[in-house]
């Protein structure tokens, strides 16, 4: 069964350092990868996604992040965090894709905290 | 564009009170998904619908019922609303992989509904 894992609860970086959000996934086939954001008391925002293709994704808001399929992970990346990107971090990965089920599991979340 | 709406964005309830909440989206969208949001738990599918007149429980779907009651639009109903069901309640909806040009299964979120049962 598809699963994903996001070791850190919360995070806290100083504004202006760089940030690398850790996520890895259970899948058998290539895997749909996504990173979503939640800003306090708000729906999720897509950040970037992974289907195939080129390992390195861009996304909005300055954000990358790497698929790694020896390492099954997709860690999210970024290299000058501002004090806006406080929120909380979803990864998730599509799951059966070659049926009629079109639902994303995903991680538990990361907590980021940004320091002035 | 609207894009998902979830109403209403606040509620509480007493135990064994019934309510639905409504979810429409504007994206001509397959599939709707119900997710419940918990802290430390992250998102977890309720239940979905691949696409219209179809409906099947997802992870914790115990508890609740849905209806698709058209394309647009997929109702979560509370019959007799628990403790336990305390919770932000997510709608989403996607078009499958395969379906469109670059249509890569992202789902898009509502602002959410938050429940208090008391």
């Known amino acids: 069964a598809q699963s994903v894992t996001q070791p850190d609860i919360h995070i806290t970086v100083s504004e202006g350092a760089s940030l690398e959000l850790r996520c890895n996934y259970s899948?058998?086939?290539?895997?749909?990868l996504f990173w979503y954001v939640q800003s306090p008391g708000q729906g999720l925002q897509l950040l970037l996604k992974?289907?195939?293709?080129?390992?390195l994704v861009q996304g909005i808001k300055g954000f990358e992040a790497e698929f790694k399929r020896s390492q099954s992970s997709f860690n999210l990346r970024k290299p000058s965090v501002h004090w806006s990107d406080a929120a909380e971090y979803f990864c998730?990965?599509?799951?059966?894709?070659?049926?009629?089920?079109?639902?994303?599991?995903f991680g538990k979340g990361t907590k980021l905290s940004v320091k002035p | 564009n609207a894009g998902v709406t979830q109403t209403p964005k606040f509620q509480v309830l007493k135990t064994g009170q019934s309510m639905t909440l409504q979810c429409a989206q504007d994206?001509?969208?397959?599939?709707m998904y119900w997710y419940r949001q918990d802290p430390g738990m992250g998102l977890r599918l309720i239940y979905y619908s691949a696409s219209e007149g179809t409906t099947d429980k997802g992870e914790v779907p115990n508890g609740y019922n849905v209806s698709r009651l058209n394309k647009r639009e997929f109702s979560l109903r509370l019959e007799s609303a628990a403790p336990s069901q305390t919770s932000v309640y997510f709608c989403?909806?996607?078009?499958?992989?395969?379906?469109?040009?670059?249509?890569?299964?992202?789902?898009?979120f509502g602002e959410g509904s938050r429940l208090t049962v008391l």
């Open positions: 998730a990965v599509g799951a059966n894709y070659g049926g009629s089920q079109g639902n994303l599991i």
């Open positions: 994206m001509n969208h397959n599939s």
């Open positions: 989403a909806s996607s078009v499958l992989p395969g379906q469109g040009i670059l249509n890569t299964g992202e789902l898009f």
């Open positions: 899948y058998g086939a290539t895997p749909y």
């Open positions: 992974y289907f195939s293709g080129d390992t």
